[in-house]
Each structure stands twice: as C-alpha cells, then as structure tokens.
Nanobody
Framework: QVQLVESGGGLVQPGGSLRLSCAAS????????MAWYRRAPGKQRELVAG???????NYGDSVRDRFTISRGNAKNTVYLQMNSLKPEDTAVYYC?????????WGQGTQVTVSS
C-alpha cells in the first residue's frame, strides 16, 4: 500500500480559495484512482472528488463547479483546487488511494471556512 500525506489546509474566509495537495509514496506502481473525501463535525464522511488513472473525474454534488481535482505530472500527487468556499465546506479533508491491495488513507488536513 501507499503512504499518503496531505497538505494545504487552513483557515479561509467565505468566498476564498485553497489548494490541497496529496503526495503518495511507497507502492505507487498500481493506483486505480485517487480521491478526496471530507468529514464535517457530526456528519458522515462524503466523497468530494475523484480521479482515475485514466484521468476521468467525478465530483460530489455540493462541490461541483467550485472544486477541481487534478494530478501532478508524476501522477503520484493529486490536487484539489477549492474556489468559492462556503462555511459548510469546513471539514477534515482526507486523501484516498484505491489499489488492488485495498484502499489507503492519509491523516487528513483541516479546512475551516469562517469570517
């Protein structure tokens, strides 16, 4: 399995932007897809965005048209560009990698949207 390290979280005002990064290391030779999930206080974990090895993307309904997932050139890094942030986007954001051996998770990065 891979090791995933997220970065880029922080405090931002409503309407602002943040860019999250996730770097994968270890057994990265076969990753089917990578994704971002989030968990807000008192809520279940939800899919934010995903990207396959072929570059196909999908988004949660609440972030579509505001967030963009992409991969770095080395394909072991995935980014989440978050624009027009809302207070309801406040959550811990987790990076996920899907491989034949199972799924791997990062430790998460806190995103807080508040004035």
């Amino acid at each position: 399995q891979v090791q995933l390290v997220e970065s880029g979280g922080g405090l931002v005002q409503p309407g602002g932007s943040l860019r999250l990064s996730c770097a994968a290391s270890g057994s990265i030779f076969k990753i089917y897809a990578m994704a971002w999930y989030r968990r807000a206080p008192g809520k279940q974990r939800e899919l934010v965005a995903g990207i396959t090895s072929g570059g196909s993307t999908n988004y949660g309904d609440s972030v579509r048209d505001r967030f963009t997932i992409s991969r770095g050139n080395a394909k072991n890094t995935v980014y989440l560009q978050m624009n027009s942030l809302k207070p309801e986007d406040t959550a811990v954001y987790y990076c996920n990698a899907d491989q034949p051996t199972g799924q791997s998770w990062g430790q998460g990065t806190q995103v807080t949207v508040s004035s």
